[in-house]
């Protein structure tokens, strides 16, 4: 991951585009920070952070496929942008979909000062407990969809481990790590697509 540090990541962009695929990864790993922080600026009523931080993570993936070097956006302030829109349009799109604990929120965000501090919409316990069911469905299905080794390697990576933690705990090696979180990623859009 080191060979990259120093180089901006419009460059890097640049490069991908070219054909380096290893960069999607480390601009992936190196945003995975950020993704967090957004995810954990959200209390979901029914749900979980890991909800968001999933959605925060296809919104960094939408960043990183779509980015345009000729605008005058700098790759980090889109990536921003791509994560806050997609957590909020998934917290949006849960009023009008089954998988309903991203519904209801309150948001701890403070670093929009055009949002108000908090929100709250609760609903009713029986729509919370069949929400909090439709997230455990979606969950099993993408655990039974994923082999034992790649549902570790998930469990570790959502948890905030680096693919050389990941390999250390596991004793593989960096290179099978990130072959797993490609299968990973692969599979979650097979599984959210038939959704």
């Known amino acids: 991951m080191g060979k990259f540090d120093e180089i901006s990541d419009e460059e890097l962009i640049a490069r991908l585009r070219h ?20 995810a954990r600026a959200m209390f979901l ?6 909800d968001l931080i999933q959605e925060g993570m296809i919104g960094l993936f939408k960043a990183v496929r779509d980015f345009q070097q000729d605008k005058e956006a700098s790759f980090a302030t889109f990536a921003r942008m791509c994560i806050d829109r997609q957590i909020y349009s998934a917290i949006q799109n849960s009023n009008r979909q089954k998988h309903q604990p991203l519904n209801s929120y309150v948001s701890l965000n403070q670093e929009d000062e055009n949002s108000p501090i908090w929100e709250l919409s609760v609903e009713n316990p029986e729509a919370i407990i069949i929400d909090q069911e439709n997230t455990q469905d ?3 299905r993408i655990s039974d969809y994923l082999s034992p080794m790649e549902n570790r390697v998930l469990d570790l990576y959502l948890k ?23 299968r990973i990623r692969a599979k979650i859009r097979e599984v959210l697509e038939r959704a």
């Open 138 to 140: 979606l969950r099993k």
């Open 45 to 50: 009523i029914g749900g979980d952070t890991d």
């Open 160 to 182: 905030g481990k680096g693919y050389v933690e990941i390999a250390g705990v596991l004793n593989k090696s960096p290179k099978s790590i990130d072959n797993a979180l490609q």
């Open 19 to 38: 054909g380096e695929t290893a960069i999607e990864d480390y601009l992936m790993e190196k945003y995975k920070g950020l993704v967090r922080q957004k």
